[in-house]
């Protein structure tokens, strides 16, 4: 059974990058879609991106100019890049699987990592 | 981007009562090609991630039960939960994968009346 874990620091600071890793256990991280979707405190989701193990990526056009989203097969993980951060983008940051790009529908989802944006 | 609006934004309904959560979205995301209805469910209890219940619009996931269904197309789309049970309190969300960006409802919260 497939389970994903995030990891990254809980804390960063305004105008600096947010870095996150999930890694994936149970399955093979090939061929398969990969997402991040963040949730504010007390708020709804927002889908940030996705990326295949190509290195195919989808980004959310609202985030695009400051994401960048990768993956290492080799370690059976993926990870987020967020530039620029303020407080804004203070959220709960998960990561999920989907099966393919017509099929993007989040099965299962790592327990979430809080990031808080703040001097 | 296809928007998701869910009503209501909370609902409190009593043990072993019906529950029924709302979701429409600005575009269809009914696909003709093969007539699926490109819409999730989840289920989000606190301090949990979210749980997928239903995708396909109708198509309940593995061991998810039987109280919980999926129902509408194209536009309008219904959860319903048939008789609440206390388990059940949590924030449901549906989301469309016709296209990208994804995008999900607001959200409604289920609490016991």
């Known amino acids: 059974q497939v389970q994903l874990q995030e990891s990254g620091p809980g804390l960063v600071r305004p105008s600096e990058t947010l870095s996150l890793t999930c890694i994936v256990s149970?399955?093979?991280?090939?061929?398969?879609?990969w997402s991040w979707i963040r949730q504010p405190p007390g708020k709804g989701l927002e889908w940030i991106g996705y990326?295949?193990?190509?290195?195919?990526?989808n980004y959310n056009p609202s985030l695009q100019s400051r994401v960048t989203i990768s993956v290492d097969t080799s370690k059976n993980q993926f990870s987020l890049k967020l530039s620029s951060v303020t407080a804004a983008d203070t959220a709960v940051y998960y990561c999920?699987?989907?099966?393919?790009?017509?099929?993007?529908?989040?099965?299962?989802w790592g327990q979430g990592t809080l990031v808080t944006v703040s001097s | 981007d296809i928007v998701m609006t869910q009503s209501p934004d909370s609902l409190a309904v009593s043990l072993g009562e019906r529950a029924t959560i709302n979701c429409k979205s600005s575009?269809?995301?009914?696909?003709?090609?093969?007539?699926?209805?490109?819409l999730a469910w989840y289920q989000q209890k606190p301090g949990q991630p979210p749980n997928l219940l239903i995708r396909?619009?109708?198509t309940r996931e593995s061991g998810v039960p039987d109280r919980f269904s999926g129902s509408g197309s194209g536009t309008d789309f219904t959860l319903t939960i048939s008789s609440l049970q206390a388990e059940d309190v949590a924030v449901y969300y549906c989301q469309q994968y016709y296209s990208t960006p994804l995008t999900f409802g607001g959200g409604t919260k289920v609490e016991i009346k």
């Open positions: 396909w619009a109708s």
């Open positions: 990326i295949y193990d190509s290195g195919t990526t």
């Open positions: 999920a699987k989907s099966i393919a790009p017509s099929w993007n529908y989040f099965d299962p």
């Open positions: 149970g399955d093979s991280i090939s061929g398969y879609y």
């Open positions: 575009r269809s995301v009914l696909y003709s090609s093969n007539n699926m209805n490109y």
